[in-house]
């Protein structure tokens, strides 16, 4: 069988096919329209990535425009192009990090990879060669590859887990707001710095803010300690940000609400808005220092369509957009809306829905906690026939609205929502 798109198989696409999958064919703004021309708010934000709104024709110009006079110009065997010179810039220069290193790609996953690969590599170059392992927390998402699965080691995926066994350490889930769950976490991962062997531990890998169990926000000195003792005992600290960053929380990047750097910063989505497959891995000077450009100490890990010329073109512009429009703040104001909305949505089923969890345009609601794991789906259904796609992990259902929403949009997707809980929840 030939998968062309993820998890299905091309001949859904028939007309007679049943469920019928929705073919989209436009989009604009917060809106998709399928190919009947059915409308739809765009609840998740094509998965997180779509930060400016659909259908920008400044993007298509930057990606004309670079792709008119260069489009890849590959940045490899001694050559370079000047706009990835430039984004590398601004994000050094967004993180922090001036006089670290960018590493592109074009997933995120790639991304946190070469994560991966730098901080195996930064204590190799360091002679500290027994340090191999990564800890990762429980209920992280990190991507697809091997490796990235393995990270996450999750339901149906834990077998991954069990391939690259003695390259991952899990580590409790992160914890929620309160601080004495923090300091259960800190004790957690003190005592499994100990048991591994702090001398074995390369790095330690999370999402400032993760998802999958629905969104935990942890105290807003939760990274900062954890940082402080991944650092006491040489471990590097890699904070994801592929899906919290670029404004999604309510801050540029999520690890802003507590005060903290990833000594490594994973980034893609809202880094070109979904225009164009980009991703970069964002390391620290302290970590560039371990590598020389040419030798020994060079981080050998190359890619095609690294750096590439275009997609560096539609990031600039992209975060061009977000600062212009003031779109972090715009994060902040109209989530507030949502997470509003969705209180006096879940208040109306006690015990059936909790209330929901998020910050920014970043928010989930749990469904039915203890029972039937259909809800959330039956949910969805009802959503997409009012007109708003959105998804769900088990019982989680994500809102994940596009980062030019206005006010009147959040009211009309929260009339959406609140119709479908009706309908399937009396
Ligand atoms: N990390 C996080 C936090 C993500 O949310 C995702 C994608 N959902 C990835 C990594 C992997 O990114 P990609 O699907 O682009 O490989």
């Given at each position: ?29 917060v ?299 715009n994060a902040r104001i109209q989530g507030a809306r949502v997470g509003a909305g ?19 345009l ?39 609205l596009?980062l030019v929403v206005t006010a009147e949009e959040v009211d009309e997707s929260l009339v ?11």
């Open positions: 069988m030939s998968y062309v798109h993820p998890m299905w198989h091309h001949s859904v696409l028939a007309p007679e096919h049943a469920p019928a999958p929705v073919v989209l064919e436009r989009a604009e703004g809106y998709l329209w399928d190919r009947e021309g059915n409308r739809y708010i765009d609840g998740l934000a094509s998965f997180g990535a779509c930060i400016v709104g659909h259908g920008r024709p400044e993007l298509a110009q930057a990606a004309y425009d670079q792709m008119s006079s260069g489009a890849h110009l590959a940045p490899v065997f001694g050559c370079t192009n000047d706009v990835s010179r430039r984004l590398a810039e601004r994000l050094l220069a967004l993180t922090g990090h001036s006089g670290g290193s960018v590493r592109f790609a074009t997933s995120g996953s790639e991304a946190v990879e070469a994560a991966f690969r730098i901080a195996l590599n930064y204590h190799l170059n360091r002679g500290d060669t027994e340090r191999r392992i990564i800890l990762a927390t429980e209920g992280s998402y990190h991507g697809t590859t091997v490796a990235t699965l393995a990270a996450a080691g999750r339901g149906e995926n834990r077998h991954f887990m069990r391939d690259l066994d003695d390259m991952f350490v899990r580590l409790p889930a992160t914890p929620q707001q309160e601080e004495a769950a923090s300091a259960e976490f800190l004790e957690a991962l003190r005592s499994t710095i100990e048991r591994v062997g702090p001398h074995r531990i390369a790095a330690f890998v999370a999402e400032p803010i993760p998802v999958s169990f629905g969104i935990r926000i942890p105290h807003h000195d939760h990274w900062r300690k954890v940082k402080e003792l991944l650092h006491e005992h040489g471990i590097l600290y890699i904070a994801d940000e592929v899906l919290n960053g670029f404004g999604r929380t309510g801050e540029l990047f999520a690890e802003q609400h507590f005060g903290v750097t990833g000594d490594l910063i994973t980034m893609s989505k809202g880094l070109s808005s979904g225009y164009f497959p980009i991703s970069a891995c964002v390391a620290s000077a302290a970590v560039t220092a371990a590598f020389d450009e040419y030798g020994e100490r060079a981080l050998r890990h190359m890619g095609t369509y690294s750096a590439h010329a275009a997609g560096c073109a539609v990031a600039m512009r992209t975060i061009d957009i977000i600062e212009d429009e003031a779109l972090v703040e969705l209180t006096a949505l879940a208040a109306e089923f006690p015990g059936r829905v909790h209330p929901p969890t998020g910050l920014g970043f928010w989930t609601v749990v469904l039915n906690p203890d029972g039937d794991r259909q809800l959330a789906r039956e949910v969805l259904a009802e959503c997409r026939a009012r007109g708003m796609i959105t998804q769900a992990n088990g019982n989680v259902l994500y809102f994940y596009p959406i929502l609140s119709e479908s809980f009706r309908a399937v929840l009396k």
